[in-house]
C-alpha cells in the first residue's frame, strides 16, 4: 500500500510570515493524520526559519504514525535527532540563501560522512534516509552509507517547462526507482508534487511513500487541511 506523509513546514512559513503562535504545524500534524496521512514530515533548519525547536518537541509527542525529521548532515542536528527520537530522518542539503531545498544531496562526494552520521543515528534505532537526485551513483552510495530509504528528488520534473522536458524528466526518476529497488531500499518521492503532476506517477509500483508538503498546505488555505490531505490520499491510495 501506498504511503502519503504530509509535510508541514509551510504551515510554520505562514506563522512565521506574522511572528506570531498561528497557524500551529503540531495542530496541522494531527488533522493531517485524523485525514489519514500515513506519516508526518518536518524540516529543523539551522536557521529555524519556519520549525522551531518547540514544533518538533511536540511532534514527536503528539504524532501516531511516522515522524520524520528532516535535517542537514551536522552535529547539531544529529545531536536533537538522538534526543528527540525520531521514527526516521531525512539527511538533506541546506544552504541559507535558499528558499527552499533546490536539489539533492551529494552522498557520492563525502562518502565517509554520511557513513559516520548513519552510525551515530542509528545507535539510537533511528531509521535514515536520503534525499538525493535521481542518480545511480547517489542511490548506490546511499545504500552503501547505510542508508535504509532513498527520497528520490521529483523537482526537476516538476519544474520542467515543456511536456517533453517533462517526460524525459520522469524517465530519469523511473530508471532511479529501478536501482534503488534492486538495492532492496525502500523508496519515496518528493519535492513539488501536487495533485495534477502526481498522476504520471501511478506505474511506479516500487515507491512506497510520498512527501508532499506544499501542494497540500496550499490547498488546504481554500478547502481546510482535512479536505486537503483526503484528496491527495485519493490520488495516491489510487496507485
Same mark, same amino acid.
Given at each position: 500500500m !501506498?504511503? =502519503?506523509?504530509?509535510?508541514?513546514?509551510?504551515?510554520?512559513?505562514?506563522?512565521?510570515?506574522?511572528?506570531i503562535?498561528?497557524?500551529?504545524?503540531?495542530l496541522?500534524?494531527?488533522?493531517?493524520?485524523?485525514?489519514?496521512?500515513?506519516?508526518i514530515?518536518?524540516?529543523?533548519?539551522?536557521?529555524?526559519?519556519h520549525?522551531?525547536?518547540?514544533?518538533?518537541? =511536540?511532534?514527536?509527542?503528539?504524532? $501516531?504514525?511516522?515522524?520524520?525529521?528532516?535535517?542537514?548532515a551536522?552535529?547539531?542536528?544529529?545531536?536533537?535527532a538522538?534526543?528527540?527520537?525520531?521514527?526516521l530522518?531525512?539527511? !538533506?542539503?541546506?544552504?541559507?540563501?535558499?528558499?527552499?531545498?533546490?536539489?539533492?544531496?551529494? !552522498?557520492?562526494?563525502?562518502?565517509d560522512?554520511?557513513?559516520n552520521?548513519?552510525?551515530?543515528?542509528?545507535?539510537k534505532?533511528?531509521?535514515?534516509?536520503?534525499?538525493?537526485d535521481p542518480?545511480p551513483?547517489q542511490?548506490?552510495?546511499?545504500?552503501?552509507?547505510?542508508g535504509?530509504?532513498?527520497?528520490?528528488?521529483?523537482?526537476?520534473?516538476?519544474?520542467?517547462a515543456?511536456?517533453?522536458?517533462a517526460e524525459?524528466?520522469?524517465?530519469?526518476?523511473?530508471?532511479?526507482?529501478?536501482?534503488?529497488?534492486?538495492?532492496?531500499?525502500?523508496?519515496s518521492?518528493?519535492?513539488?508534487?501536487?495533485?495534477?503532476?502526481? $498522476?504520471?506517477?501511478?506505474?511506479?509500483?516500487?515507491?512506497?511513500?510520498?512527501?508532499?508538503?506544499?501542494?497540500?498546505v496550499?490547498?488546504?488555505?481554500?478547502?481546510?487541511?482535512?479536505?486537503?490531505?483526503?484528496?491527495?490520499?485519493?490520488?495516491v491510495?489510487?496507485f
Amino acid at each position: 500500500m !501506498v504511503r =502519503l506523509a504530509v509535510n508541514v513546514d509551510h504551515v510554520a512559513t505562514v506563522r512565521e510570515a506574522r511572528g506570531i503562535d498561528e497557524p500551529d504545524p503540531v495542530l496541522a500534524a494531527g488533522i493531517a493524520e485524523l485525514a489519514g496521512a500515513d506519516g508526518i514530515i518536518c524540516h529543523l533548519r539551522e536557521d529555524r526559519r519556519h520549525i522551531h525547536d518547540r514544533d518538533v518537541r =511536540l511532534l514527536r509527542q503528539t504524532v $501516531k504514525t511516522r515522524l520524520n525529521l528532516e535535517m542537514a548532515a551536522v552535529d547539531e542536528m544529529i545531536d536533537i535527532a538522538r534526543e528527540i527520537l525520531p521514527d526516521l530522518i531525512t539527511l !538533506v542539503p541546506e544552504r541559507r540563501q535558499e528558499l527552499t531545498t533546490e536539489g539533492g544531496l551529494d !552522498v557520492a562526494g563525502d562518502p565517509d560522512r554520511y557513513r559516520n552520521v548513519v552510525q551515530r543515528v542509528k545507535e539510537k534505532g533511528i531509521l535514515v534516509s536520503f534525499f538525493v537526485d535521481p542518480e545511480p551513483s547517489q542511490i548506490e552510495a546511499s545504500r552503501a552509507a547505510g542508508g535504509d530509504i532513498v527520497e528520490i528528488h521529483t523537482g526537476h520534473y516538476a519544474e520542467a517547462a515543456s511536456e517533453a522536458e517533462a517526460e524525459e524528466q520522469f524517465k530519469r526518476i523511473a530508471r532511479a526507482v529501478e536501482t534503488a529497488s534492486a538495492l532492496e531500499l525502500e523508496i519515496s518521492a518528493g519535492h513539488g508534487l501536487n495533485y495534477t503532476n502526481i $498522476k504520471r506517477f501511478a506505474g511506479l509500483s516500487s515507491i512506497t511513500e510520498y512527501s508532499i508538503g506544499h501542494a497540500i498546505v496550499s490547498r488546504a488555505v481554500l478547502v481546510g487541511m482535512d479536505c486537503a490531505v483526503r484528496e491527495m490520499i485519493d490520488r495516491v491510495k489510487g496507485f
